[in-house]
């Protein structure tokens, strides 16, 4: 069963509410990310995570993660999701992955 929540102001692309997220989001953030490049869409940052897939996440601006809008949907680097997430703070981020994420700004010319 689809479920309709226009009345909401909220547009479900789905069949199934599983844990607060439709159950093909993996395939929607996976289809989002792609179609933004890998690119985080931070103000700051705009590291492209094209080699590396996995460091991009597909952050829900409004906080319904049902609501999958690409209005709603906005790709961030694993660090600015963890920022995002702890207000500043990106307590859970592992070594590796900060430094890997450095790595690709400063290749890129983000960051000197």
């Excluded at 920022?83 to 590796?96: E, F, N, P, V």
């Amino acid at each position: 069963m689809d479920y309709d929540l226009k009345n909401k102001n909220k547009i479900l692309i789905g069949t199934e509410i599983k844990n607060n997220y439709p159950n093909n989001w993996d395939e929607i953030s996976r289809a989002y990310r792609m179609s933004r490049e890998y690119r985080c869409e931070e103000k700051d940052c705009g590291v492209i995570m094209k080699k590396y897939p996995n460091l991009s996440v597909a952050h829900h601006i409004n906080g319904c993660h049902f609501d999958v809008r690409p209005k709603n949907i906005k790709v961030l680097c694993e660090e600015c999701y963890q920022k995002r997430l702890y207000r500043g703070d990106a307590i859970h981020l592992s070594q590796k992955v900060s430094n890997l994420l450095q790595r690709l700004r400063r290749e890129q010319g983000i960051i000197p």
